[in-house]
């Protein structure tokens, strides 16, 4: 992790209330939680857990500093199934026929674990990996005089890294609380932490980006 401008007031510049918003992206029961499909193949969500304390912790910071928070999940459906999605799956062995769908939307595998969407809070429902991908995200940003994210969610190499690299391009400046993200294998999660640092986005955490919202309040 990078040193943040030396000191908590030059972060608290860069990720102002004003022109944040907080981004918590697929930390859903199928992808974090034993009681979803991954969790019931045998995936360890132990591993997750600590990582929905600490959005929890970034959400509480966020809603007190004033910085909107903006929930994006997966929410599948029959009709957002890709055939090529689902011929990647039986080229690697699996059976889209049988195996089960993630996050259908309506059921219990798409709800939100760990931070909850207040009323009010935007929540962004997407079918790809990128919470840019075929939604409004990037208007719905726009239109709140965004221009700087803090991202937290699951997982760290997947749709956090996807989204992140969509954010960087769209020239959003974008900042990763290593701390609230995850991935189900430990090497993944660090390698993965290090690319986004290496090419689009600065690695802070929970703790430094409340002390700086705090600072600046």
């Not at 030059?10 to 979803?36: C, E, K, N, Y």
């Not at 019931?40 to 857990?49: K, R």
């Not at 080229?91 to 089960?100: I, K, Q, S, V």
Request: charged share 20%; proline share 4%.
């Amino acid at each position: 992790m990078v040193t943040l401008a030396g000191t908590v007031d030059g972060l608290a510049a860069w990720i102002a209330p004003s022109r944040t918003a907080v981004l918590v992206i697929d930390m859903q029961v199928d992808f974090a939680s034993h009681d979803g499909v991954l969790g019931q193949y045998g995936v360890d969500m132990d591993v997750i857990a600590p990582a929905l304390v600490a959005a929890e912790r970034l959400v509480a910071s966020a809603r007190v500093a004033g910085a909107p928070v903006v929930f994006v999940g997966l929410f599948t459906a029959p009709e957002t199934d890709s055939p090529f999605w689902n011929e990647r799956m039986r080229r690697r062995g699996g059976d889209p026929e049988t195996d089960a769908a993630l996050c259908r939307a309506g059921q219990v595998g798409s709800a939100f674990v760990g931070p909850q969407p207040a009323p009010g809070e935007i929540i962004v429902r997407k079918a790809r990996y990128s919470g840019f991908f075929g939604t409004d995200l990037d208007l719905q940003l726009k239109a709140l005089g965004v221009d700087t994210l803090v991202v937290a969610g699951v997982t760290t190499e997947c749709c956090v890294d996807s989204t992140v690299r969509d954010a960087f391009n769209l020239d959003y400046h974008v900042f990763v609380a290593a701390d609230a993200c995850a991935a189900y294998e430990a090497d993944i999660h660090a390698a993965s932490l290090k690319v986004m640092e290496l090419n689009s986005a600065i690695l802070t955490d929970t703790v430094q980006v409340a002390d700086a919202w705090e600072g600046a309040a």
